[in-house]
């Protein structure tokens, strides 16, 4: 392990460059869900690719997707040797609400133990604790692994030209294995390894009734209120356990195995830790699972918008012509998208009355990921770990959605290991974000001992 301390020392030495580095790299505003801020994305884009250039990467370019540009490098030098790629994304939430934010949400602010920034956590800090461990092997000694690289910017709008982009390309991105730092820990002192995510399936459900909004006083009672009816039909979309109700909805669920099950109730997470994080009064859902099995095992249905008639200041008697409701389901091993999909179509056409009419609209979806722990590359990161913390790492199965994990395993046929410095309280896509800047450090140390137990 003596390369190995001499690219710690290295990373040790250089800790104050690294932040700086990645201060100037949170500078640039990479929005990308607003096209306001595309050039500010192309700029992301660039600056990540001239650090690769920096840091002894070949092969560095820009590819184009249809949207915003993928960065691509390598460093093949190593015949017979196992190929990383390694995956991380430029591009960040949007800050509003502004005036919630303490510090300038584009300008890295270190107090204490942290450095606040928008995409100091998610995940432009994670993907530069990545490169910096990189970086302090190149510079310390011979790298003992090959490399890809897979720098994306439309994580945050889904990595909507993904599924198009890599299948044209599923040569150049297959590898070993796939070290994605986009995740995070439990806690601090509770090294984490994220072996399954669930997949999205998000849809518009519009409910019209009357050709035009109407006077409540002149024809409530006898017109059908669209707001109502889909007020009762969302209602309706769970029974008193919190089960869905969707026809079908559970049918192709893989059940939780024992194995999970004993994982699971290792994490430090307890009903009073999910009180404690979210504020809420009390739990809710099916009384059969662990809150953590509900949020990484199990399948949902989440109302996340609602828009109807009148919302301004003040009264407005009104009896509106239409209402919608966002809605998602995240989804677990085996279901699919489009039958999620032809499910809720089949709910409506059950519950919903004559007295409307209703449309669904697919707006985006995202399949599931299951990384099996037995692999080369999640053994090599435990161990890692243990190294680095002096304990073995926890083990769960992610409530999120990542599209990329899951098509590099279906189309490129390579498994990721989700791992990362992010925390809980973190913030991410919420004001005041920020990035514990000690996890930062020991996640270089981690990556480092990964990079040669892989070799």
Not at 346 to 372: C, F, G
Not at 427 to 446: F, G, Q, V
Request: net charge negative; proline share 7%; glycine share 10%.
């Amino acid at each position: 392990m003596s390369d190995a301390k001499n690219a710690i020392e290295y990373a040790h030495k250089n800790r104050e460059r690294f932040t700086q580095e990645l201060s100037e790299f949170i500078k640039i505003e990479s929005i990308s869900t607003d096209d306001e801020y595309k050039p500010q994305v192309q700029k992301a884009a660039e600056w990540a690719a001239e650090h690769l250039r920096k840091i002894g990467i070949e092969h560095v370019s820009l590819m184009p997707t249809g949207g915003h540009p993928i960065v691509y490098g390598d460093w093949l030098k190593k015949p017979g040797a196992p190929t990383v790629l390694i995956y991380g994304h430029y591009d960040v939430q949007p800050v509003d609400p502004i005036e919630l934010w303490e510090t300038a949400p584009f300008e890295a602010t270190v107090k204490g133990d942290y450095l606040f920034a928008r995409g100091s956590s998610d995940m432009k800090g994670q993907m530069m604790a990545t490169l910096n461990a990189v970086e302090s092997i190149m510079q310390s000694g011979d790298f003992p692994l090959n490399l890809k690289f897979m720098l994306e910017g439309e994580e945050e709008i889904g990595s909507m030209n993904m599924g198009n982009f890599l299948p044209t390309h599923k040569e150049l991105f297959k590898a070993d294995f796939c070290l994605n730092p986009d995740a995070g820990a439990i806690s601090a002192d509770e090294p984490t390894i994220t072996f399954g995510l669930r997949g999205l399936a998000y849809f518009e459900l519009h409910v019209y009734g009357p050709e035009r909004d109407l006077h409540s006083g002149g024809f409530g009672g006898t017109v059908h209120n669209p707001a109502q009816a889909l007020a009762e039909l969302i209602a309706g979309m769970h029974d008193e356990n919190g089960t869905v109700t969707l026809p079908g909805f559970y049918d192709s669920v893989r059940p939780v195995t024992e194995q999970e099950r004993e994982m699971t109730a290792k994490l430090p997470t307890t009903p009073e830790s999910y009180l404690q994080q979210t504020g809420a009064p009390a739990l809710w859902g099916e009384k059969e699972y662990t809150p953590a099995l509900r949020t990484g095992a199990r399948p949902t249905l989440e109302i996340n918008g609602l828009l109807s008639g009148w919302t301004g200041p003040g009264s407005k008697t009104v009896l509106p012509a239409k209402a919608m409701a966002k809605i998602s389901c995240r989804l677990v091993p085996d279901q699919d998208p489009a039958e999620v999909q032809n499910q809720l179509v089949r709910y409506m056409e059950e519950r919903a009355p004559q007295t409307i009419t209703w449309e669904v609209k697919n707006l985006h979806d995202s399949p599931w990921a299951i990384t099996d722990i037995n692999t080369a590359g999640v053994r090599a990161m435990a161990a890692a770990m243990q190294t680095v913390w002096g304990k073995p790492p926890l083990y769960h199965r992610g409530g999120g959605s990542i599209g990329v994990v899951a098509m590099l395993q279906n189309i490129c046929g390579v498994e990721s290991g989700l791992v990362g410095g992010g925390l809980p309280d973190d913030n991410i896509h919420s004001p005041n974000e920020r990035m514990h800047l000690p996890t930062w450090h020991k996640n270089m140390d981690a990556f480092i001992h990964f990079f040669f137990n892989m070799k």
